[in-house]
Nanobody
């Protein structure tokens, strides 16, 4: 299984970006799909969380500005980021909890990260 994240880039404060993450390989089911980020000198933090059942949650710092969505048929997740701030600058990582076969334990898989830079 491989995850490929894309969509990062340089944007001015107040602008928008849309990140994507697609999983490929042998996949039976994807449970959680999450976005994390890691700013320079800081620990990786959870930005947005979604479950197959439809539960969604966000870090307080992005509530009202970021929207997570998923297309289960395409094994794809998105993060719509609006009203971006310089403090949103970070490498954004996608994380899927995937079961390869029916009845198997689901494991975490990570994308390679995509850099988002917000200039003031």
């Amino acid at each position: 299984v491989q995850l490929q994240a894309s969509g990062g880039g340089l944007v001015q404060a107040g602008g928008s970006l849309r990140l994507s993450c697609v999983a490929s390989g042998s996949i039976f089911s994807i449970n959680a799909m999450d976005w994390y980020r890691q700013a320079p000198g800081k620990q990786r933090e959870l930005v947005a969380h979604s479950t197959r059942g439809g539960y969604i949650d966000y870090a307080d710092s992005v509530k009202g500005r970021f929207t997570i969505s998923r297309d289960n048929a395409k094994n794809t997740m998105y993060l719509e980021m609006n009203s971006l701030k310089p403090e949103d600058t970070a490498v954004y990582y996608c994380n899927f909890v995937i079961a390869i076969k029916a009845g198997d334990v689901a494991y975490d898989y990570w994308g390679q990260g995509t850099l988002v830079t917000v200039s003031s």
